[in-house]
């Protein structure tokens, strides 16, 4: 696992809408974590991991989780 941080936020889609999953996605990356590093850092199943990078879960209390993890403010998945 990498500990450096490098130019990971939001994506913003053509209609101001966030895609808080490629956040999430880019974020981790950006740690060079996998999700299953992730998960054993933050308490998440990779199910659940998965779930919010494709979308499909943007529970606040698990971002805050995944937030936490890799150490960055949860407004890095959110539109500044």
Do not use: K, W
């Not at 998960?39 to 943007?58: H, K, M, Q, R």
């Amino acid at each position: 696992m990498a500990n450096s941080m490098s130019n990971a936020g939001a994506s913003v889609t053509n209609r101001g809408h966030v895609d808080i999953g490629a956040a999430v996605q880019r974020s981790r990356e950006a740690m060079g974590y996998s999700v299953e590093d992730l998960s054993l850092t933050c308490g998440l199943t990779c199910a659940e991991i998965t779930s919010i990078e494709l979308g499909a879960d943007v529970d606040p209390d698990r971002l805050r989780r995944i937030a936490a993890a890799l150490r960055v403010p949860t407004s890095t998945f959110l539109l500044e």
